[in-house]
């Protein structure tokens, strides 16, 4: 795992969530002595959108992890401002205009939960199981941790992590598939064999209705497969 700062990344981000209807919350969470962190694929996005010069690509949504806040605190403070509790005990969170949220506590990571794992941010991100959303954005420092996302993006290519934290294999290749439609990348060869091993047709329609509910879809414009992107791996 790499820790990074690319600052039209942390920039973005940072602008994006701090002008926000659920500003007031990030900062009540810090004041609690929380640590929030950006997962996955808002991070990816960005990226792809700052980096790469993909300026048609938005995130559908943030995945934001809330560490260091016991469970009733932070049930309690997410209840309070109309979160909406999710089937993975987190809470779903709409603002406005802005794009939704899904909030939890990254120490009842749902890939840890179900493996027993220990809670570390390496774990976290291996539990995301696809290589191009290995990746946290720590909203406080501005810092990037990188589990091998920055070089998934930078070949264009999905692969499944080595050291995947596995815990639904027809969800993750649902979603492996769904991102080809939505963003530049192809499947690898492992990963096509995961994909057709795996795959059922209740969740690539699932993951298809979320993508296409809100966020830009690709138009066609792929990356340059030579690199056309600004942070090299």
């Not at 954005?137 to 996302?149: C, E, K, P």
């Not at 769904?178 to 990348?185: A, E």
């Not at 209740?202 to 509910?213: D, G, P, Q, T």
């Amino acid at each position: 795992m790499r820790r990074l700062t690319i600052s039209t990344v942390r920039d973005a981000i940072q602008t994006e969530l701090w002008h926000s209807a659920g500003s007031e919350l990030l900062w009540h969470l810090l004041s609690r002595g929380a640590k929030i962190k950006v997962f996955a694929g808002g991070v990816r996005d960005a990226f792809l959108k700052q980096e790469c010069g993909l300026g048609n690509i938005n995130p559908r949504d943030w995945d934001i992890g809330i560490s260091n806040i016991p469970r009733q605190e932070f049930d309690g403070i997410l209840s309070e401002v109309g979160g909406v509790k999710n089937r993975y005990g987190g809470f779903k969170l709409l603002g406005g205009s802005s794009l939704p949220w899904e909030l939890w506590r990254q120490e009842d990571t749902v890939g840890l939960r179900k493996t027993e794992s220990p809670f570390t941010l390496e774990n976290v991100l291996r539990s995301f199981v696809l290589s191009c959303n290995a990746l946290a954005f720590d909203l406080d420092t501005g810092h990037i941790y990188d589990h091998g996302a920055l070089r998934s993006i930078f070949l264009c290519e999905i692969t499944v992590l080595e050291d995947a934290i596995m815990h639904d294999w027809a969800v993750f290749s649902a979603k492996a598939l769904s991102l080809t439609f939505r963003r530049p990348f192809s499947l690898s060869a492992p990963t096509e064999r995961f994909v057709k091993r795996y795959l059922a047709s209740r969740n690539l329609v699932h993951e298809l209705e979320k993508a296409y509910s809100g966020a830009a879809v690709l138009d066609g414009s792929p990356i340059d497969r030579q690199g056309t992107c600004r942070t090299s791996i």
